[in-house]
């Protein structure tokens, strides 16, 4: 229909069952060999997609996979209780308790 408005839930989108196997499962293997599984289309859109796409999105990866390099070469990190964190939607995504961590020089 002309003029319509056409909204996307990437959170609704990104625990589908018809996309996804295991959908509320942290499960990073689903994305190997895909080059940048973020941009590539598709059901999984954290930085949206098409012309409207996260300007930031090439440098938001590239920051975090540096900071987390940086973090886990001098640090040990681990949980202090061990309570899954799942992830409550709303405008944001947030986990579902504030989890306390235990961080130590290697």
């Known amino acids: 229909m002309p003029g319509a ?13 018809g996309y996804w196997q295991a959908p509320d ?3 990073p293997e689903r994305f190997e060999n895909q080059a940048s599984p973020w941009t590539s289309g598709g059901p999984f859109m ?5 012309p409207r796409i996260c300007i ?9 996979q540096i900071l ?8 040990s990190i681990s ?3 061990q309570r899954p964190v799942l992830p409550v939607g709303g ?7 504030q989890a306390r961590f235990r ?3 290697r």
């Open 5 to 17: 408005r056409v909204w996307i839930s990437p959170w609704i989108i990104h625990r589908h069952r």
């Open 25 to 27: 499962a942290f499960m």
């Open 46 to 50: 954290p930085f949206g997609l098409g």
């Open 56 to 64: 930031g999105a090439a440098f938001a990866m590239a920051e975090a």
């Open 68 to 75: 987390l390099a940086s973090l886990l070469k001098a640090y």
């Open 79 to 81: 949980r202090l209780d």
């Open 91 to 97: 405008i944001t995504t947030m986990p579902s308790y």
């Open 103 to 105: 961080i130590e020089a």
